[in-house]
């Protein structure tokens, strides 16, 4: 049996307000509870005329929560977002709008960032307001930091793209990587190198060294990316820091086709100057090289890093298997010969090479290499010290614990972002605007965070933390206490 239902109720007036509709525990009460969103005037000031003439623009506050509407909720598009106002009494109460008024054409954000946003920082400012917001509530750990790098897909066809050649661009260590190989060839009596900026015998300057790229004819400031079993697509990449419990403490974009090590250094120095008192850092296996783990180490902060399986074809001698001897400055193999000192090239590694006499009738030379000329060479990198006292810091339970929690921070901001918050793809074109959404999408995660918590009173329920440690097992308890 069934009953059939009256519509008739549907056409009935009523006597209600917008303030009753909206649910009482949606996630825009909680929003609007947690942050002053009128920080956003201060933040508009001079970016609109002081003239009281003509039509008034829309309130920038009105205005900022229809974007922070989109990416809350990953909305595609602002014409699919200004869809969902309509008939969505909990973003009208959120907007400040009632019931029946007209909401925004969806060009109009457009028309305000071409006019007024673009070239400004006003999205990373928001950004870091939210972040302070929750630093002041006590809900911020920096105590260790976890960066990564993730790729987000352009909009722009693969298929279109052109060829052009670039000048490659320097490192950001390469000044100070140089000096301390001219120091260092020096000391050994050799010569220095000789520069880009050095000028030939007869005065001309040397040419610059060029790559050659793919890039889109759509979207000419994205990057061809290539990795793994990945398909290729032109993509953006953003470098991302995040604490121990989620909140996103800074970030950086590039091109699709930069590698997570080159976009470190600006991130690192963004996020330890605004949370010095950070302590550890979290890194994958593409940010361990030498001066990386120089840059961690010497600002007294201590590296996280994995195992990186040695890049060595089967059969052969593992490069751990060449000792080297600090006091007389060589490298023992695994047969005992002794490998010399030779030269320290342009990219900072030493080279010690074999006596090709001895490795001819090396009954191991097969396992060490198939040279014609019978020499085996041994690099071992001018900050390689750097790279052992990391690989030392990785045996220690208190920092291998903390590498460990990558899975539940750094990916997990990752995988947030790209299934709840749209960052999987964009339909913005241009490294300005790719930088504008990736901004607004932390600061929404950040705010999204901010406002549950203090809804609930507090980050984390104190009381369940006994009847957790009971049931997890031993080690588990000390990993976590290690943390």
């Known amino acids: 049996m069934h009953r059939k239902k009256d519509r008739m109720g549907q056409r009935e007036a009523k006597i209600v307000s917008l303030e009753d509709l909206a649910p009482q525990n949606h996630l825009l009460r909680k929003i609007e509870k947690a942050i002053d969103f009128s920080f956003i005037y201060d933040e508009v000031k001079g970016m609109y005329s002081e003239l009281d003439w003509g039509k008034p623009g829309l309130d920038p506050v009105s205005l900022f929560k229809i974007v922070l509407i989109q990416y809350l909720f990953g909305i595609r598009?602002?014409?699919?977002?200004?869809?969902?106002?309509?008939?969505?009494?909990?973003?009208?109460?959120?907007?400040?709008?009632?019931?029946?008024?007209?909401?925004?054409?969806?060009?109009?954000?457009?028309?305000?960032?071409?006019?007024?946003?673009?070239?400004?920082?006003?999205?990373?400012?928001?950004?870091?307001?939210?972040?302070?917001?929750?630093?002041?509530?006590?809900?911020?750990?920096?105590?260790?930091?976890?960066?990564?790098?993730?790729?987000?897909?352009?909009?722009?066809?693969?298929?279109?793209?052109?060829?052009?050649?670039?000048?490659?661009?320097?490192?950001?260590?390469?000044?100070?990587?140089?000096?301390?190989?001219?120091?260092?060839?020096?000391?050994?009596?050799?010569?220095?190198f000789k520069r880009e900026d050095d000028s030939d015998d007869d005065g001309t300057p040397p040419a610059a060294e060029t790559k050659t790229v793919t890039k889109s004819t759509t979207d000419p400031e994205c990057g061809l990316f290539h990795k793994g079993e990945h398909e290729q697509q032109f993509a953006y990449v953003t470098g991302v820091a995040c604490d121990r419990h989620n909140f996103v403490l800074g970030y950086n974009i590039a091109p699709g086709n930069t590698h997570d090590s080159t976009m470190f250094d600006d991130l690192y120095e963004d996020v330890t100057e605004r949370f010095p008192e950070a302590e550890a850092v979290a890194v994958d296996a593409g940010y361990k090289i030498p001066a990386i783990m120089k840059t961690i180490l010497d600002s007294e902060r201590i590296p996280c890093v994995p195992y990186k399986r040695p890049m060595k074809k089967e059969g052969f001698f593992k490069k751990y298997e060449y000792v080297y001897d600090e006091y007389y400055d060589c490298i023992l193999c695994p047969a005992d010969q002794v490998l010399k000192y030779s030269t320290t090239n342009r990219d900072g590694y030493r080279e010690y090479k074999s006596d090709p006499s001895i490795c001819r009738e090396c009954p191991k030379r097969m396992q060490c290499t198939h040279s014609k000329s019978c020499r085996k060479v041994v690099t071992r990198h001018i900050w390689e010290p750097y790279m052992e006292a990391a690989e030392e810091y990785r045996y220690t339970p208190q920092y291998k614990a903390i590498y460990d929690l990558r899975k539940e921070t750094i990916e997990r901001v990752f995988g947030d972002a790209k299934e709840k918050h749209g960052m999987r793809y964009t339909q913005l074109r241009g490294l300005l605007k790719v930088k504008m959404q990736v901004a607004l999408t932390f600061a929404c995660m950040n705010l999204k965070k901010l406002a549950n918590w203090l809804h609930k009173g507090g980050h984390f329920p104190v009381?369940?933390?006994?009847?957790?440690?009971?049931?997890?097992?031993?080690?588990?308890?000390c990993t976590l206490a290690a943390a």
């Open 77 to 192: 598009s602002m014409r699919q977002t200004i869809r969902e106002i309509e008939v969505n009494v909990a973003y009208r109460w959120f907007i400040g709008y009632d019931l029946f008024e007209k909401v925004p054409h969806f060009s109009t954000f457009g028309k305000n960032y071409s006019r007024r946003f673009a070239g400004t920082d006003i999205f990373e400012r928001i950004f870091l307001h939210i972040l302070e917001e929750a630093v002041k509530c006590g809900f911020v750990d920096a105590s260790a930091i976890f960066m990564d790098g993730t790729h987000i897909k352009a909009s722009a066809n693969k298929r279109k793209n052109t060829k052009e050649e670039i000048a490659v661009s320097a490192r950001i260590y390469q000044e100070q990587l140089d000096k301390e190989i001219d120091a260092e060839r020096e000391m050994y009596g050799k010569k220095p």
């Open 463 to 477: 009381f369940f933390l006994p009847l957790i440690l009971f049931f997890l097992p031993c080690h588990k308890r």
